[in-house]
């Protein structure tokens, strides 16, 4: 059963970055594909990016391209998400997941695990 926790969340003025990073007990970490959601209030939950247990394939949501990097450093069981030229409306809770297989996040299938979730808010 892996656990996942957030960091890195908080309030950044618009244009500017954030990195907020996930932190995973699970000792097979280097054997999940990590994602990470989001979801603002009344709004439903998005994909904004995952990546593959290897850094091979990554996925990217529209709306982030471009401005999100998503990493990975197995070795720490981590995943990180770079945010850059943040807008007002990238504020929203952050999830982490784990999943064993990559495609679940693109499908909407169950996601295994979740974290908490961590708070990004872009002040306009």
């Known amino acids: 059963q892996a656990q996942l926790v957030e960091s890195g969340g908080g309030l950044v003025q618009t244009g500017g970055s954030l990195t907020v990073s996930c932190a995973a007990s699970?000792?097979?970490?280097?054997?999940?594909?990590i994602g990470w959601f989001r979801q603002a209030p009344g709004k439903e939950r998005e994909v904004v990016a995952v990546?593959?247990?290897?850094?091979?394939?990554?996925f990217y949501g529209d709306s982030v391209k471009g401005r999100f990097t998503i990493s990975r450093d197995n070795a720490k069981n981590s995943v990180y998400l770079q945010m850059n030229s943040l807008k007002p409306e990238d504020t929203a809770v952050y999830f982490c997941?784990?999943?064993?297989?990559?495609?679940?996040?693109?499908?909407?299938?169950?996601?295994?695990?979740w974290g908490q979730g961590t708070q990004v808010t872009v002040s306009s």
């Open positions: 699970e000792r097979t970490f280097s054997t999940l594909a």
């Open positions: 990546i593959s247990r290897s850094s091979q394939s990554v």
């Open positions: 997941a784990a999943d064993h297989n990559y495609s679940d996040f693109m499908t909407g299938r169950s996601i295994d695990y």
